[in-house]
């Protein structure tokens, strides 16, 4: 059924006389996808054609005489429709689907209680001044949710389903934030500044003398070096990921951002213990930066499909890509420039800026291969492809070098150090200061 619908381009459409959102001009875009599931419709529909007896019926009698539909069969209809065809012929986003289905039924109820009708059954008429309503209205435009939805690039402020992956990995790391405090302040005395302490005894950093640990390769993302350093990735990652993380469809849509976050997350540690194998890692940025970076791979995929969009309710392209863009060069600038003062100024600092760059590459391919499309054309597949190659061939040297590098280059990495929790600092896991 899906395919029978175009979807639209927004300048191409042109509303009725009587206004883009009279139910006339609704029922002109939204019949044809109905008509198969309507059930008790009246001649008054059925002699349309006739003019003579249509002049004596006003158009809502004609929009009542439509009659009702299921709402499973018309939920499954419209969850057939890819998004781009719901924002861009129908006007309404993918998101919004359920809920407007079910203000339907609560106003059929409404406008038909002589005559109880069966439970998920819903009068074409009401659907039709819920969908007017839905476009009119400002009813989910407060200033707050208005603003966010400038900066969050999605066609509609929606939490349904939640955002569960960015909400899971944050509490997941506020968590270990809090017990390292709590651990390092009641049993060694050592207080959470702003800027540290450093971690080094911790099972879960990356330690490059401990590589043989491999989940150290990704659990050093749980670990925070100060309250600065923890406070900036959660906002960031907050910022950022929740809002890709609606951008994206339903479930599967929160694991494709999972897996574009650990993706990031793996190849920074695995690209900093390539180019500065005596560095220690620490903290969430290589996944905050893979999801920055997945922002630019869904632009680029979607790039004309965010100029089709119909709904009028959110701001407009080409202002959102401006404010995305813009961001994300303004980072991009501050990381590079931040980067060559610590060169130059603070050599004793060991930022990992190669498990930003890495993470970050790590975001656009794999975004590019896994991100929701809108709509396939020619040239991407061979471009999401490549993305994915890359991906794959740069963990594939990674993993390599570091199974056999000190074999090929001894003294490359540091030497092994398996009694680092026996004797020593680390002892009881006794932290380092």
Request: aromatic share 12%; hydrophobic share 40%; glycine share 8%.
């Amino acid at each position: 059924m899906a395919d029978r619908y175009e979807a639209v381009n927004s300048q191409d459409w042109r509303p009725s006389k009587d206004g883009e959102y009279s139910l006339k001009s609704l029922d002109s875009a939204w019949h044809g996808v109905f008509l198969p599931h309507l059930h008790g419709v009246d001649d008054v529909d059925k002699i349309r054609g006739s003019l003579h007896k249509a002049k004596k019926q006003t158009f809502e009698d004609e929009l009542d005489s439509r009659g009702t539909f299921q709402k499973a069969e018309v939920r499954k209809e419209l969850r057939r429709l890819n998004r781009l065809e719901l924002e861009g012929r129908l006007g309404i986003s993918y998101n919004k689907v359920e809920d407007l289905l079910d203000r339907a039924e609560r106003k059929t109820v409404v406008m038909d209680r002589k005559n109880k009708v069966q439970k998920g059954e819903i009068k074409y008429k009401a659907f039709m001044e819920v969908v007017r309503d839905y476009r009119l209205t400002t009813e989910q435009e407060s200033t707050l949710k208005n603003a966010v939805r400038v900066f969050a690039f999605v066609e509609e402020f929606s939490c349904t389903p939640p955002t569960f992956v960015m909400v899971f990995l944050t509490l997941m790391e506020l968590a270990v934030f809090i017990y390292t405090s709590t651990y390092l302040s009641t049993s060694y005395s050592v207080p959470i500044t702003w800027t540290g302490p450093v971690p080094y005894c911790s099972a879960l950093i990356y330690n490059p003398s401990r590589r043989w640990e491999l989940w150290r390769f990704a659990s050093y993302m749980l670990v925070h070096i100060g309250i600065g350093h923890f406070v900036f990735n959660m906002i960031m990652q907050v910022l950022v990921g929740v809002f890709l993380e609606m951008e994206q469809c339903g479930v599967l849509g929160s694991f494709k951002v999972l897996l574009v976050y650990m993706s990031g997350v793996l190849a920074g540690s695995l690209g900093t213990s390539l180019s500065d194998p005596n560095t220690y890692l620490a903290g969430a940025s290589g996944g905050v930066y893979a999801l920055i970076a997945a922002h630019l791979a869904t632009m680029a995929l979607n790039w004309q499909e965010d100029g089709q969009i119909r709904i009028k309710k959110v701001v407009r392209k080409p202002i959102t890509k401006i404010i995305r863009m813009a961001f994300i060069i303004i980072l991009t600038l501050h990381d590079v420039g931040y980067a060559i003062y610590v060169r130059f100024y603070d050599p004793e600092n060991r930022t990992g800026f190669m498990g930003h760059l890495c993470g970050s590459l790590a975001g656009l391919t794999v975004g590019l291969f896994i991100l929701d499309n809108r709509r396939v054309r020619g040239w991407e597949p061979v471009v999401q492809w490549v993305s994915l190659v890359i991906f794959i061939g740069f963990i594939a040297v990674c993993i390599v070098w570091n199974v056999w590098g000190q074999e090929w280059s001894p003294g490359f990495f540091p030497p092994a150090d398996e009694s680092l929790y026996e004797v020593g600092k680390c002892r009881d896991f006794e932290y380092m200061k």
